[in-house]
């Protein structure tokens, strides 16, 4: 980004140096450094004040459709974004848009605009840009499984956790001290990450039966937890000790079979819950 883009898109959103600077708690003279391209703006800086510029540009829009419509807005959410601690950049502006959740779901008026913005078929929201490193890396990797269909994201999420976790222990303890093999640490990185993703697979196979009442998600709950315990008692059994080698051989036969039997029942469960509820029959009756 140049100098000149920088101070159109500070000037666009209607800020002086001294707030723009303020916005990332940096002194005015760095402001007036980026604008006279005595030194270069950093990515991060970049990134925010484009989406700034997208998202002031969409309001503009906006606006003016609100004016050429009569839609009445909601005084509290106009007055939540005219706060200078609810600008995107600033500390807790987390915790902001969160209440702003929470009103949006108890408020007709939100919800009535949220309608009308809706049948306008605006292009969507540009994505907030994410921080650097690896907490930058988690929010790209949560943004990637939100695209995804509901009942694959808890999969793709548990899966991907154990799956990191496993690699980052093999990294810092196996490799770190020598004592790892790269083909057993492969094998133990692939285990968790299947294991995840069968364990979130079942409960977001069992989605639109969780959606259908309570009984239901009980029953997704203890499917879910037998598919993630069930493993551990065959492993666990399999392990040398001074029991009884037979009887370990049978509780791990018992651990497998349950937890095939769990997968195949989420499965069938799943489809189950996903067909259509049959319409109503007749009883010949008429109503007076």
């Known amino acids: 980004m140049t100098g000149p883009e920088a101070r159109a898109i500070r000037e666009r959103l209607g800020l002086r140096v001294e707030d723009l600077a303020a916005d990332f708690d940096i002194p005015p003279e760095t402001v007036e450094a980026w ?11 970049v990134r925010l ?12 829009t906006l606006e003016a459709a609100y004016v050429a419509s009569g839609v009445a807005k909601c005084a509290w959410a106009d007055s939540w974004w005219e706060k200078p601690a609810h600008r995107p950049g600033r ?8 209440e702003l959740n929470r009103h949006f779901e108890s408020c007709p008026t939100c919800q009535a605009c949220a309608a009308f913005e809706k049948s306008l078929d605006l292009p969507p929201l ?41 690699l980052l222990r093999v990294l810092l303890v196996d490799v770190t001290s020598g004592r790892g093999r790269l083909t057993t640490d492969f094998g133990v990185v692939l285990g968790a990450a299947v294991y995840g993703l069968l364990v979130g697979g079942t409960w977001g196979t069992l989605l639109p039966l969780r959606r ?37 051989q049978m509780v791990a036969s018992w651990a497998f079979r349950i937890f095939v039997a769990a997968l195949a029942l989420a499965a069938v469960l799943g489809w189950w819950a996903r067909r259509p509820a049959a319409p109503p029959v007749a009883d010949g009756t008429e109503s007076v």
């Open 35 to 45: 604008e006279a391209e005595r030194t270069g703006v950093p990515r991060n800086v």
């Open 49 to 60: 004040l484009r989406w700034r510029d997208a998202i002031a540009a969409r309001t503009a």
């Open 91 to 98: 500390r807790g502006f987390s915790q902001a848009v969160a």
């Open 126 to 166: 540009p994505d907030p840009p994410a921080p650097g490193g690896v907490v930058g890396s988690l929010f790209r990797a949560q943004r990637w499984i939100e695209t995804k269909p509901e009942p694959l994201r808890p999969a793709l999420t548990v899966g991907g956790a154990l799956g990191a976790f496993m």
């Open 212 to 248: 259908r009442n309570a009984i239901g998600t009980a029953v997704a709950f203890v499917l879910t937890v037998t598919v993630a315990v069930a493993p551990w008692f065959a492993l666990t059994a399999n392990l040398p000790s001074d029991a009884d080698p037979t009887a370990a």
